[in-house]
């Protein structure tokens, strides 16, 4: 139950206060007219005494009276009717609102925010345990539950409507004041006259009302006396002649209006009596009509904004619990004092019609405050408490005497209470007797006249006796309706005993409420008795039965009286030692609906608001749609539609469980609701739309035209679209290449304000820049939206809205800023502006449909005429619905239009480099939607002919691609990157591109061609730079020329593109970036870029092997013509040939037309393969083996690092290698792993192993090197194809080339890279790598540096018979293949042990010196002269020598034995 101001106790105490009449003169109401107040009005505010009286009881004892208040009204003698009192109490709940500004204070714990308070407690689900803590603190604290001042209210004047009745006498007069004013001619007859007025009320019978407590009434004559106007003397002679007629405690003479209305108007004086005007007017018709006006201005009721939170128009300064602060004086019962001073408003009496505005006590000094709170202690101290204590002691007399007791009342109840508890009949056994009538001298209304003056004068004890003791009569009578009242009242005065000598017996007010409902049919003292009851239970934790108390006395009969009580158990369920908020929410949620019965409009919107709190976000849809709407609803009746525009946009903007047909009539409410919200606001800026749904940071702006499609063999180039995905992984790709070519193009150099080009901004990209847009060319902003609903929605007039900055970034003053334009006011009148046009032309869709619960995208687009700064603010469109369920023929007017917009805010990344930045939270921005416009810049387009989609491995296919330029701008430094340099070329400069031959000719071939028959190896000497490689690194970016080096506006360029297919089989993503430039240097915009992605399906052709062998022979023609130097420069190299196309491309057969080398060191020279096999030609799974004779070039001077390219052509026509395509694409080949391209760790640690290194182990790596380029050679071989091809019944030949480089000799490469195998997972180790040992060169390396060869006649005939020794002359040749000295060691002691080579060859010796010690210098041949002895004729091999050699400078390595050579067999005959 919500807690009110004041305690139970003084609630108590002021809801049951003595009663005292006042009839007036009409010269003394003329006085205290002065100051717009009637007497009692005059009295009201000083009504609680602020000290103790004091009187004895029956037995003697000294009562203390503290805090007592009276209640001074006049007499009204009309009875009061039911009808007129529930309006009264309707207007006073009415007048009665929350009020505005309080303080917000909304604590957060459990799954709740609920702020029920100034004092703010928590509340939660039962199963949240961390609020029981915060609930016993609470518990301790005076004020911990919400206040309801309207509650307060309704109660207060509830208690003090009440009606007086036969059975009980606490709301009867005990007194009566007679005011005279002192200007009266002759006062005492005005004091006779009003005397007798108040006993012919009294006493005539004519009047049945007011009830008076007892026949003999307190008359208390008040002399009123005006000191601005009256004779002061006069008064006091007569208030003199006064206290000798009705003696001194009987009169008094009250001396007011000091001052008049024209002294001291500028003087504030306090005006203890505004807080009462509320409480005056609910009485006062007039009064209360205009105050009721007032009210409806100034207390508005807040909506949720956003579906869940306050709105800011109404109650967004306050939570919707927080409702009352204690200090607030603008509302009756939020001050203690305040509602301490209230006095009874159940009698009406006739009052100037003043307004609430009108100033009161004018004429009132804070002296006459004094004299009038002096009179009114005066009056009770010494007039009313005596003969209050007078009447007890009669009473009590009275009833010794008439019961016959001996013993005072104390006694007999005590002898009562010692023995045992008379039984009491339940309310089921006994008949309604709620009609029967006590005459008024009967004992038993005796004892409870004595109870309720005793309660009255807070003699809590003897009253609860007296109450006790007219119970038992009452129920022995069966006077069910006294008995009622008794039990009511003993239970009460029960609970305000000080000390507490006995339980408060909460079954006599159970029994009572009971009695009152059921039996007497009286919902009044019901409903009393209940707010005493729940009030009582409250202060006693006993929360759950306060609200089972509140909610049984909910019924139909009276929907405020339900809707206040509901309200009230709610507060009771939140408030428990283990809060229920759900059934908090639930009773609000019915108090609500009966507030809105009863027709209290804001009420009711306020219990909706405060359940909201608890229903939102916990996936109670439902629920939570029915509270919006009604909330919505509600604002709209209220005349606030922008709290009812907020509630019913939750309802939209969630996605709702309801039904179509519910969603279309939210969203018609909604739009009506809106539309009437425009109308009256009438303001030029749109308000916002909740639907479609606006997803901004899934916003993507696109800058630049739409590329134009594929015309029959022109195929465009990709570009960047809306339609492609966005891939992290392939833009940085895209800023790899761009990195690559901007660095090409200036001079080796980034600049400084480089900015990499983003056609298409998304969430994903780098927006912390201002994207850079050029002036002419379009902006399309795609906006994505979602209809959360099951029913369409249809915009129409959809474009974007935006504000331009005009800037001047061309002329002498860079950068000028001009005006800010925007077409906000355009956009919400839907006209066009020919104005705006020129500096900015807006798409506007007509009509965009979004069908159910379907997430659509819609591209608008801004074409820029000026240069400047655009931001793009949000969209603008109208929002229709049609209704759902309806037939199609419905009239148009049925439909509702409104215009609205919705803001495009886009939160930026979140912020997390510095430590400032990840402690805190905080984003970067987010710029995609502020380009700056820039001048004109050159726009490119590309189209590829004759592109293909499918190419053979290796194969060579001509296509030509055309460059235009669509812009007024002229372009120029148009270069290429691609990811796949090796895949095109566009040729070199000087190239012959004119077919030679007529076969090249007639089948088109790529090649330039030569009419030549096999022979040697044709020559040529080829310059890499020629072909734009520098530095030995293949080009990376390609410049392509333009005729006077610039492509002018509308001018067109085709050039000739040569394509080889990638040498894995496979589809190959190629991409294309074309960069370019403006020829004003000083544009904004430095270059821009061209995509272009190819897709390219690679099919197997050949696979070609090579191997490269030493040859140990040396002619002896060759001996005699070459030099030392030129010594070990022959080689024979193997090339394996397979054909491994499995036919599904249609290839027929391979021809293998050439075969070419290109090396600075070696080149072939001729082929050795038989005479009769020289086209091979190989069908599928068909393999060739060629086998080829290689020379070392002669080096010119000058030409170190040109490559000699050398053909040897199987057929008749020799392809020319050295020039476009087949030199391209030799020196554009992926290069091999390794030795070329080390891997980066390997170089790092040979690196430092290498700063670490001895001058020893310097010599040592020296020397390894060396060892190893013994084996190496560097040669290259082109292997020229053509495939046969059968398509479409027609025979097409294809042709391309094949390059495997050989590298070490002896070792097999392929022109096909093996697959990697896949890595083992392998443990983690936290230590440093050791770092990898030097390398050292293996034996395979060290068995090359001396080369062998012997020389000796095949045959040698010799007479055995007589001469048994042959000697033969044997010359050893070494030649060192290195280029230091060697150590040679030569054994000619070895023989050949197996039994199977002695089967073979027969056993000889060499003659002489059998072992040698030689050393060879760099690159030298040494010829060694040996004598064999054969004793018999056979075949003998002579190639048991065995030579061991390492390197002269290296002490610690040992000889290594050297490759023998072939088996060299001689013939040994007998003549």
């Known amino acids: 139950m919500a807690q009110c101001v004041q305690s139970v106790q003084e609630f108590i105490q002021d809801s049951f206060v003595p009663m005292v009449a006042v009839l007036c003169s009409e010269d003394a109401e003329r006085v205290t007219r002065k100051n717009n107040l009637s007497f009692p009005e005059l009295l009201r505010p000083f009504c609680r005494l602020t000290s103790e009286g004091h009187l004895r009881d029956p037995n003697n004892q000294v009562v203390v009276v503290k805090g007592l208040r009276i209640s001074v009204t006049g007499i009204n003698t009309k009875p009061p009717q039911t009808p007129e009192l529930q309006r009264l109490l309707s207007q006073a709940v009415s007048v009665c609102q929350p009020p505005e500004g309080s303080p917000s204070n909304v604590i957060t714990a459990g799954d709740y925010d609920l702020n029920i308070s100034d004092r703010t407690v928590k509340a939660s689900v039962p199963w949240y345990s961390d609020w029981k803590e915060t609930i016993t603190q609470l518990s301790s604290s005076k004020y911990y539950t919400a206040t309801t001042p309207w509650f307060e209210t309704y109660r207060e004047n509830f208690f003090q409507s009440m009606p ?57 004559y008040v002399l009123l006396h005006d000191i601005s106007e009256g004779d002061e003397q006069r008064a006091d002679s007569v208030y003199e002649d006064m206290k000798q007629r009705y003696g001194p405690q009987g009169c008094y003479l ?71 602060q204690p200090t607030d004086t603008c509302y009756p019962g939020n001050n203690r004092s305040q509602s301490a001073n209230s006095v009874d408003m159940t009698r009406p009496q006739k009052q100037s019609s003043v307004t609430p505005v009108t100033p009161r006590g004018t004429c009132l000094t804070l002296n006459d405050h004094d004299r009038i709170r002096q009179f009114l202690q005066e009056f009770t101290f010494r007039g009313l408490l005596p003969h209050i204590e007078k009447n007890i002691r009669q009473l009590n007399d009275q009833l010794v005497s008439r019961k016959g007791l001996s013993r005072s009342l104390f006694s007999a109840t005590k002898k009562l209470f010692g023995g045992g508890k008379v039984p009491e009949k339940s309310i089921a056994d006994l008949k309604n007797t709620a009609g029967l009538l006590y005459p008024s001298e009967a004992p038993e209304l005796q004892i409870r006249k004595m109870a309720d003056l005793c309660f009255l004068v807070q003699h809590y004890e003897l009253a609860y006796n007296c109450y006790h003791t007219a119970k038992k009569d009452f129920l022995s009578d069966q006077a069910m309706l006294y008995a009622a009242g008794s039990l009511e009242m003993a239970a009460v005065s029960a609970f305000l005993q000080s000390g507490a000598p006995r339980p408060f017996p909460a079954h006599y007010m159970e029994t009572a409420i009971q009695t009152y409902r059921d039996v007497c049919k009286n919902m009044l003292l019901a409903e009393r008795c209940c707010l005493l009851s729940a009030e009582i239970s409250k202060s006693q934790a006993k929360y759950s039965e306060a609200a089972t108390l509140l909610i049984k006395m909910t019924s139909e009969d009276c929907d405020l009286r339900s809707a206040l009580l509901l309200e009230q158990a709610a507060h009771c369920f939140i408030n428990m030692r283990t809060p229920m908020v759900r059934k908090f929410a639930f009773h609000m949620i019915l108090a609500g609906h009966r507030f809105s019965k009863a027709g209290q409009k804001r009420h009711a919107l306020r219990c909706y608001c405060q359940a909201l709190q608890v229903y939102k976000g916990k996936c109670w849809t439902l629920a939570e749609d029915h509270i919006n709407f009604t909330i919505g609803r509600q604002s709209f009746t209220l005349r606030q539609p922008e709290n009812a525009v907020a509630a019913f946009r939750h309802i939209l903007i969630n996605d709702s469980k309801q039904s179509a047909v519910q969603q279309a009539a939210f969203l018609r409410e909604y739009l009506y609701v809106y539309k009437s919200m425009s109308q009256l606001s009438g303001e030029a800026s749109l308000p916002q739309l909740p639907l479609p749904c606006l997803h901004s940071s899934q916003t993507r702006v696109f800058f630049g035209h739409e590329r134009r499609l594929a015309e029959g063999e022109k195929q465009a180039a990709t570009h960047v679209t809306l339609d492609q995905e966005y891939d992290r992984d392939l833009s940085q790709l895209w800023r790899e290449l761009e990195e690559q070519v901007v660095p090409a193009a200036n001079r080796g150099t980034v600049p400084v304000a480089f900015q990499p080009s983003q056609c298409c901004l998304n969430s994903q990209t780098d927006n912390l820049r201002y994207p850079l847009a050029v002036v002419e060319e379009p902006i399309i902003v795609e906006l994505v939206f979602r209809n959360p609903l099951k029913v369409p929605l249809v915009l129409s007039a959809l474009s974007l809205l935006w504000k331009f900055t005009l800037k001047d970034f061309s002329g002498p003053q860079v950068g000028t800023i001009g005006e800010t334009i925007t077409n906000e006011k355009e956009a919400a009148s839907s006209k066009e502006n020919a104005a705006l046009n020129d500096i900015m032309d807006t798409q506007v869709i007509p009509e965009f449909t979004v069908s159910p619960e379907e997430t659509k995208v819609a591209r608008l687009r801004l074409l820029p005429r000026k240069t400047g700064e655009l931001h793009v603010l949000g969209v603008v469109y109208n929002l229709d619905t049609t209704d759902v369920g309806s037939s199609e023929d419905s009239p148009p007017s049925e439909l509702m239009c409104v215009r609205g917009q919705q803001n495009l805010e886009i939160q930026g990344p979140r912020l997390n480099m510095t430590k400032e930045e990840k402690t805190s939270v905080s984003y970067g921005p987010d710029r995609r939607l502020d380009p700056i416009i820039t001048p004109p810049m050159p726009l490119l387009e590309v189209f590829f002919i004759n592109f293909p989609t499918g190419l053979l491995c290796g194969e060579i296919r001509k296509a030509w691609v055309e460059f235009v330029n669509v812009s007024a701008v002229p372009l120029t430094g148009l270069r290429v990157a691609s990811t796949h340099p090796e895949f095109f070329t566009f040729g070199s400069a000087t190239s012959d591109l004119t077919p030679v031959t007529p076969t090249a000719a007639e089948h088109c071939s790529a090649y330039k061609t030569l009419d030549t028959p096999p022979s040697v190896a044709a020559v040529a000497l080829v310059s890499p730079a020629a072909f734009g490689v520098t530095g030995g690194d293949r080009p990376a970016v390609t410049e392509i020329p333009l005729s006077r080096g610039v492509l002018g506006p509308g001018e067109a360029l085709q050039i000739p593109l040569w394509l080889r297919g990638p040498d894995r089989e496979g589809v190959h993503e190629i991409n294309f970036l074309f960069y370019y430039e403006s020829t004003e240097k000083t544009a904004k915009l430095s270059h821009r870029v061209l995509r272009h992605t190819a897709f390219i399906c690679a099919s197997r052709s050949l696979s070609v092997r090579a191997t490269a062998s030493r040859s140990n022979t040396l002619q002896d023609g060759e001996r005699e013509q070459r030099g030392t130097e030129e010594k070990n420069s022959s080689m024979l190299v193997f090339v394996d040939v397979e054909n491994i196309n499995t036919s599904e491309a249609g290839v027929r057969e391979f021809h293998i037309v050439q075969v070419s080398s290109s090396s600075r060191q070696w080149k072939l020279h001729k082929c050795i393969n038989p005479a009769g096999d020289k086209d091979s030609k190989l069908a599928s799974r068909e393999r060739g083996k060629l086998c080829f004779r290689a020379i070392r070039c002669r080096t010119e001077e000058g030409a170190v690092e040109k490559y000699t390219f050398a053909d040897l052509n199987l057929g008749n026509d020799q392809i020319v290698s050295s020039t476009t395509p087949c030199a391209d694409f030799f020196f554009r080949r992926s290069l091999p792993p390794e030795p070329r391209r080390g891997g980066v760790s390997t170089g790092g640690a040979n690196q430092m192993r290498r700063h670490s290194l001895t001058p020893q182990n310097t010599n040592e790596d020296c020397m390894t090197s060396i060892i190893k380029k013994c084996s190496e050679v560097e040669l290259d071989i082109i292997v020229l194809w053509k495939a046969y091809v059968v398509e479409d019944n027609k025979q097409l030949i294809l042709e391309g080339q094949l390059h495997v480089a050989l590298q070490t000799i002896g070792k097999e490469v392929c022109s096909l890279s093996q697959k990697e195998e896949t890595q083992e997972m392998v443990l983690l180790k936290f230590k440093p790598d050791v770092l990898p040992p030097i390398s050292k060169p293996s034996l395979e390396q060290l068995s090359h ?6 020389h000796y006649p095949e045959s040698y005939d010799h007479p055995f018979p007589q001469k048994s020794l042959c000697m033969v002359p044997v010359t050893l040749t070494l030649s060192n293949c290195s280029l230091a000295q060697v150590d040679v060691i030569i054994d000619l002691r070895h023989k050949t042990t197996s039994p199977e080579s002695l089967e073979v060859h027969g056993s000889f010796t060499w003659l002489g010196q059998t072992q040698y010690k030689l050393q060879l210098q760099a690159q030298e041949v040494y010829r060694l002269s040996l004598k064999a002895c054969f004793f018999q004729a056979g075949v003998y091999n002579l190639g048991t020598p065995r030579v061991f050699a390492k390197m002269a400078q290296t002490s610690a390595m040992c000889e290594t034995s050297q490759q023998s050579a072939m088996p060299a067999l001689i013939i040994i005959n007998s003549v």
């Open 164 to 220: 007086a009745s036969e059975h009980e006498f606490l709301s009867h007069y005990l007194a009566c004041m007679l005011v005279v004013s002192s200007c009266e001619a002759v006062p005492t007859e005005q004091f006779l006259k009003l005397s007798q007025e108040q006993h012919r009320i009294q006493h005539s019978g004519e009047y049945t009302f007011p009830k008076w407590f007892i026949p003999n009434t307190l008359k208390y």
């Open 254 to 324: 009250l001396k007011i209006n000091s001052r008049s209305d024209a002294t001291g108007a500028d003087e504030q004086m306090p005006d203890p009596w505004s807080q009462y005007l509320h409480k005056t007017s609910i009485h006062n018709p007039e009064l209360y009509e205009e105050s009721a006006v007032n009210n409806v201005v100034e207390n508005n009721v807040g909506a949720v904004e956003d579906g869940l939170d306050l709105a800011a128009k109404d109650i967004s300064k306050s939570h919707p619990l927080q409702l009352d």
């Open 1345 to 1350: 540096l001396i080369k062998t060869c012997l």
